[in-house]
């Protein structure tokens, strides 16, 4: 199992700056899924909804869920709405 570190951007700052998830493999697609468990966990399907139209981010890079991240932490960044 790895440790990867979930940096929490606007409307998932309800639940902290960051949390933990454990995965398999550092693939964004693992760690959108181990986000997704724990989002039902907490029994927050309001975000759960969020996450489906999110994205993941390394340092400035922006991540398919196909990409394999470097490190152990990653950004989650909710879709925003603006000029």
């Known amino acids: 199992m790895i440790t ?6 606007g409307v998932f700052r309800e639940l902290g700056d960051d949390f933990d ?4 493999s550092r693939s964004v697609l693992a760690i959108r899924n181990a986000v997704s468990a724990h989002l039902v966990k907490l ?3 309001d975000l759960d909804r969020v996450l489906r139209r999110s994205i993941f981010a390394e340092g400035d890079e922006l991540l398919k869920d196909h990409i394999v991240i470097e490190g152990s932490t990653v950004s989650l960044l909710p879709p925003v709405a603006g000029g």
């Open 43 to 45: 029994n927050r399907p």
């Open 4 to 9: 990867v570190s979930v940096q929490c951007l």
């Open 21 to 24: 998830v454990d995965v398999e």
